[in-house]
């Protein structure tokens, strides 16, 4: 038997709202930080739950940006640990091809941060010498953030 709902309980929920702008003192949209998630899939890579061909498994053109335009970092392959990985960032938006546009400078960053419209930045991890990626943060790319970001 169903259970009935009184009035005055249906009056008190109100829809969420799960947009940033909802979160008290939120000034914008922030970023997305995935360092747990890595360490979850590395944690599991070594004690042998998951094979190396599937963590190791990055796309040949996601390898080649890693060569050719990547961000060096000092931080060692958590996989191979032969060599450092590299951080490639790409930007997804209006006016931008649909696989989104590999950001190769700094300066590249922000003429699309004064551009109208809202762009979203991903910045992945990659190795190139065993091919390991994770996406390492994701954020909304604006002209304040345009200056200081994509790393």
């Known amino acids: 038997m169903a259970r009935a709902r009184s009035p005055g309980r249906l009056a008190s929920l109100r829809p969420v709202s799960f947009r940033p ?54 931080i060692d392959c958590p996989v191979c640990e032969k060599a450092k990985v590299v951080l490639v960032s790409y930007v997804f938006g209006p006016r931008l091809p649909a696989f989104g546009r590999c950001i190769t400078t700094r300066r590249e960053l922000q003429a699309i941060a004064k551009r109208p419209g809202t762009f979203s930045c991903y910045v992945v991890e990659v190795c190139p010498s065993c091919a390991w990626n994770h996406l390492a943060r994701t954020f909304i790319l604006s002209p304040a953030r345009g200056k200081a970001a994509a790393r």
């Open 21 to 74: 702008q909802s979160v008290r003192g939120a000034d914008g949209p922030g970023e997305i930080d995935y360092r747990l998630a890595r360490q979850s899939v590395l944690s599991e890579f070594r004690k042998g739950r998951i094979a190396k061909h599937e963590v190791c498994d990055a796309h040949p053109e996601l390898v080649r940006a890693a060569r050719e335009v990547g961000d060096p970092t000092a």
